[in-house]
């Protein structure tokens, strides 16, 4: 009888228990749901709102000039942006990320360190009128040269924290076993550490990349914009997308704001291809 | 008859202002094996990171005293350290082959020290895989990452990388604590191998390990240098109370 | 293979056995021969032989101390070095007895030599069992080692024979005791040889077999 009652009263435990854990779970899941829908409801308007008029422009949207209907220039625009910038910012943050790795107690290490932790945060419309008061007015017109420039100083700390995190992760015995085999500690970090903290360099790169190719208020004062042409000299001024949609959702007329919905969709997609073929490829390698 | 390849006088170390290490005086004879036993945090593995300086690249670390290799203080000003580390070469606790093929773990070393040709390069794999006990297992695979292999193999791998740079000496930091025990027999008898032509020093926590393969011992307390004889005058009658009370089981 | 350590040692100490088992086998030839030949130079040599025996017997059992405290050996690695030791104890027990033969020799006062077929007939037979109790040893042979405790029985035989033999011997002419009883001394000796190295087949049984021989199959009688 006693022995029944304790099962009982087992069985009720167990089952509130598992209430508990049910309601735990779905509150966790719809609290999720609600936090990512602003995301899906982001892509699904764009994607709603920019695929009739890329349909209706068909090519001629990609590769067209503005006064054609299409959105060729810009694109063209942010690939040698974010192409110049990383050109121009990664080897700097690397090698900023490998000295705040190597030197973590050192004045400079930490100082290195704490600024690009702050410049990770930094207003980017700042950086913008920065680089027009040293490049834009002494060189007396807006270039393509210093709205990378300005990507650069954007692009930078990402990369550096990423690839001083990446590097730091790696367990010290790696590094130590590069020491014993002789190596000086230019080739410990270079041909080991690197080597292996590649990951999460590449993820850096990639976040880098991703974030300063939808940027808009540091070109606002450098790039200057060019649609009707496309770009060929760094020294001149340049477009970009997310500065074409700028422009064009300041503009009255119903078929600007179409296009820039479109831009929108272009930028996405850009967005997407270059992040998940690269993410995707870095799967398989071997977690440490 | 027994040189002495590896010497220390008198050797103090300090973490900061905490000492680790007192007046440690031992003698590292060629071609033999020479482990270093004790409980945790006795010093060993901070005495064996002294012998290829490893300690340097920890900056509280200050040292007094002197590490001899072959009559000459590897302390002193003019000491090439990279060169020093190619001559003493490690191997670690966990196995830590690099995150690439296993043909590319074994000429890092090669390279590093300017040895650029393609041919010479296939030799010295070949020559330092057999000489590890690991060649048949992967000599169909050698372009594969070195980290698919298994822990016992990814040991051996880093024992080869070690060799591959022909050192004098071959300092092991527990080489078989990650290790099952049919790997870690297999290490020891590589041991035991590799003695003909190396110089060894391995530190470990298995005292029957170092009972096995080893030849001269010094157990380490507290920093400090207790014993050091040969095997099996530790193992059979050691001299202190401290040491018996250790092999024995009977510490703390 | 791993452990090539542990067992070169062992093999090294397997070997130091059969070489003690050849000076043993030596000491008894050479003890009994110096016997019925009155030859005291030899029954001198074979007393200080003894010694190297002895030393022999050290040497192994340091080994083998050294093997277990430094090697680990388990189950029949571990049965081996315990044979070993055992092995060797009796060996130099074999080495003891001849010994005391060539005593008997040193100290006898029938300065002439001895005919006495049932003695070397004794002798053969022991140093065949000797052989084989080693050749068991070496090669693992369970059948072998049982044989050769077996063997026992018929040493105890000859040697009631050589018993009677002598008692008549002395009934016959009582000058003749002194020699008698030096001839019983000298098949006494060999008889508890016989009775070790039976011992030692009972012992490699063990090693192979991780048991020893059933108490049944145990002859008490050859146990006095």
């Not at chain 3, 350590?5 to 130091?16: G, H």
Request: net charge neutral; charged share 25%; aromatic share 8%.
């Amino acid at each position: 009888m006693l022995a029944t009652d304790k099962n009982v009263k087992y069985t009720t435990h167990k089952r509130v228990r598992m209430i508990k854990d049910n309601i735990f779970l779905f509150l966790v899941g719809s609290l999720t749901l609600i936090t990512i829908i602003p995301l899906f409801h982001i892509i699904i308007s764009i994607v709603v709102k920019g695929l009739p008029i890329i349909i209706k422009n068909g090519t001629t949207f990609v590769f067209g000039t503005l006064s054609e209907g299409g959105i060729g220039p810009a694109i063209a625009g942010t690939l040698m942006l974010t192409f110049l910038a990383t050109l121009i910012g990664l080897p700097l943050a690397f090698l900023a990320g490998a000295y705040s790795y190597e030197y973590p107690n050192s004045f400079i290490g930490r100082t290195t360190k704490m600024l690009l932790q702050i410049m990770l945060e930094f207003p980017t419309i700042l950086v913008g009128t920065f680089i027009m008061g040293i490049l834009v007015i002494p060189m007396g017109s807006f270039s393509a040269l210093a709205g990378a420039i300005a990507l650069a100083l954007i692009l930078t700390p990402y990369v550096s924290v990423y690839t001083e995190e990446a590097m730091a992760e790696i367990p010290r015995i790696y590094k130590e076993g590069g020491y014993a085999l002789g190596c000086t500690r230019a080739q410990v970090i270079f041909k080991v550490i690197t080597k292996m903290a590649k990951k999460g360099i590449l993820t850096g790169i990639l976040i880098g990349m991703a974030k300063v190719s939808g940027e808009t208020a540091p070109l606002l004062f450098t790039a200057g914009g060019l649609y009707e042409v496309y770009p060929t000299n760094p020294l001149q001024p340049v477009g970009a997308i997310p500065l074409l949609i700028y422009t064009l959702v300041q503009s009255p007329s119903i078929e600007d704001h179409q296009i820039a919905w479109g831009a929108a969709l272009v930028m996405l997609i850009i967005f997407l291809a270059l992040f998940i073929p690269i993410r995707y490829a870095l799967k398989d390698e071997i977690k440490l | 008859m027994e040189s002495i390849k590896m010497e220390t006088n008198n050797l103090n170390l300090w973490y900061g202002d905490k000492q680790a290490l007192y007046d440690i005086n031992l003698p590292v004879y060629k071609n033999k094996i020479t482990a270093l036993i004790g409980p945790s945090g006795c010093g060993k593995s901070t005495f064996l990171r002294c012998l290829n300086r490893l300690n340097d690249l920890i900056t509280t670390v200050k040292i007094d005293g002197n590490v001899m290799l072959d009559g000459r203080n590897i302390y002193d000003e003019d000491v090439d350290v990279y060169d020093l580390r190619k001559r003493v070469g490690m191997v670690f606790q966990k196995p830590n082959p690099f995150a690439m093929s296993i043909y590319d773990n074994i000429t890092f070393g090669p390279k590093i020290h300017g040895i650029k040709n393609k041919t010479e390069l296939d030799k010295i794999v070949k020559w330092a895989l057999k000489k590890a006990a690991l060649w048949d297992e992967v000599k169909d695979e050698l372009n594969k990452n070195a980290l698919s292999l298994s822990g016992g193999q990814q040991q051996r791998l880093c024992i080869a990388r070690t060799i591959a740079v022909k050192p004098e000496v071959i300092l092991m930091d527990e080489p078989t604590s990650a290790l099952d025990p049919i790997s870690t027999l297999k290490i020891e008898d590589l041991m035991a191998e590799l003695a003909k032509d190396y110089t060894i020093v391995v530190v470990t926590h298995n005292m029957q390990q170092a009972s096995r393969i080893s030849d001269y011992t010094g157990f380490f307390l507290m920093g400090k240098l207790i014993e050091f004889d040969k095997t099996e005058k530790i193992f059979l009658e050691p001299a202190h109370k401290e040491t018996e009370d250790y092999i024995s089981g009977r510490f703390g | 293979m791993t452990r090539e350590i542990l067992y070169t040692k062992i093999e090294e100490v397997e070997n130091d056995v059969m070489d003690m088992g050849t000076l043993c086998m030596d000491a008894l030839k050479n003890s009994v021969e110096s016997f019925l030949n009155d030859d005291k130079k030899l029954a001198k040599e074979v007393r200080e032989n003894d010694d190297i025996i002895d030393r022999k017997e050290m040497e192994i059992e340091e080994k083998c101390v050294s093997i277990i405290a430094l090697q680990q050996p388990v189950a029949s690695d571990l049965r081996t070095i315990l044979t070993v030791i055992k092995i060797i104890s009796k060996l130099e027990k074999i080495g003891d007895n001849a010994s005391k033969i060539a005593k008997i020799t040193l100290k006898s006062k029938v300065n002439e030599p001895v005919e006495n077929e049932l003695l070397n007939v004794m002798l053969d037979y022991l140093e065949i069992m000797l052989k084989d109790a080693l050749v068991s040893f070496k090669t693992r042979n369970e059948v072998l080692a049982r044989d050769v405790y077996n063997r026992d029985k018929k040493i105890d035989k000859l040697y009631n024979q050589l018993y009677r033999a002598m008692i008549s011997y002395i009934i016959e002419n009582p000058k003749n005791t002194t020699k008698a009883t030096e001839i019983i001394f000298v098949g006494k000796y060999l008889e508890r040889c016989s009775n070790l190295i039976a011992s030692i087949g009972d012992r490699v049984v063990y090693m192979i077999k991780g048991e020893r021989i059933k108490e049944e199959e145990f002859d008490f009688k050859h146990f006095e």
